[in-house]
T-cell receptor, first 114, second 111 residues
Framework: GESVGLHLPTLSVQEGDNSIINCAYSNSASDYFIWYKQESGKGPQFIIDIRSNMDKRQGQRVTVLLNKTVKHLSLQIAATQPGDSAVYFCAASYSGGGADGLTFGKGTHLIIQP | AAGVIQSPRHLIKEKRETATLKCYPIPRHDTVYWYQQGPGQDPQFLISFYEKMQSDKGSIPDRFSAQQFSDYHSELNMSSLELGDSALYFC??????????FGPGTRLTVL
């Protein structure tokens, strides 16, 4: 079955620095990947997604990189702000199955130091 | 912009009782997903519905059932509640095969 995991449980960065959160997945059939941000007691908030026909996608201050060869993706956040403090999850699914559920990784807690 | 609505936001039940959680998807979203998130855990997929039909099934216990109604809202029915069912329950909605947007969750506490 699918297994999605993050390499670090906690990441501490200085305000204004860039941060990189990594994620590995195991199912080669996965073709859709999403990063979510979750603040304490709230629902996961969509940040950015990428499909397997791409290797890079950029949003506002965020970039997702996908390396299908090693089944790895990363989320880069530029110029981190205090509001970026949260738990970040990567999630994967196979879009060909229809309304398939997402498989989430374990989450990385991003802490922004002033 | 309209978001996913879940009710109730908080629910306290005794062991062996039943609970019903409701989810109202974003307008024009025809697909609903349910997830369970234990303390300090990642969300675990339970079940999904597309156009009122069950689409995918994850780690949903046999004690739980769900359905999607003609207005696309969904209900998760939980029976014979156990202490281990205490968790946050999230509903997400999407246009089919597209980004899932999550609701604020229902915090279920089983005493």
């Amino acid at each position: 079955g699918e297994s999605v995991g993050l390499h670090l449980p906690t990441l501490s960065v200085q305000e204004g620095d860039n941060s990189i959160i990594n994620c590995a997945y195991s199912n080669s059939a996965s073709d859709y990947f999403i990063w979510y941000k979750q603040e304490s007691g709230k629902g996961p908030q969509f940040i950015i997604d990428i499909r397997s026909n791409m290797d890079k996608r950029q949003g506002q201050r965020v970039t997702v990189l996908l390396n299908k060869t090693v089944k790895h993706l990363s989320l880069q956040i530029a110029a981190t702000q205090p509001g970026d403090s949260a738990v970040y999850f990567c999630a994967a699914s196979y879009s060909g199955g229809g309304a398939d559920g997402l498989t989430f990784g374990k989450g990385t807690h991003l802490i922004i130091q002033p | 912009a309209a978001g996913v609505i879940q009710s109730p936001r908080h629910l306290i039940k005794e062991k062996r009782e039943t609970a019903t959680l409701k989810c109202y998807p974003i307008p024009r979203h025809d697909t609903v997903y349910w997830y369970q998130q234990g303390p300090g855990q990642d969300p675990q997929f339970l079940i999904s519905f597309y156009e009122k039909m069950q689409s995918d099934k994850g780690s949903i216990p046999d004690r739980f059932s769900a359905q999607q109604f003609s207005d696309y809202h969904s209900e998760l029915n939980m029976s014979s509640l156990e202490l281990g069912d205490s968790a946050l329950y999230f509903c997400a909605s999407s246009p089919v095969r597209n980004t899932q947007y999550f609701g604020p969750g229902t915090r279920l506490t089983v005493l």
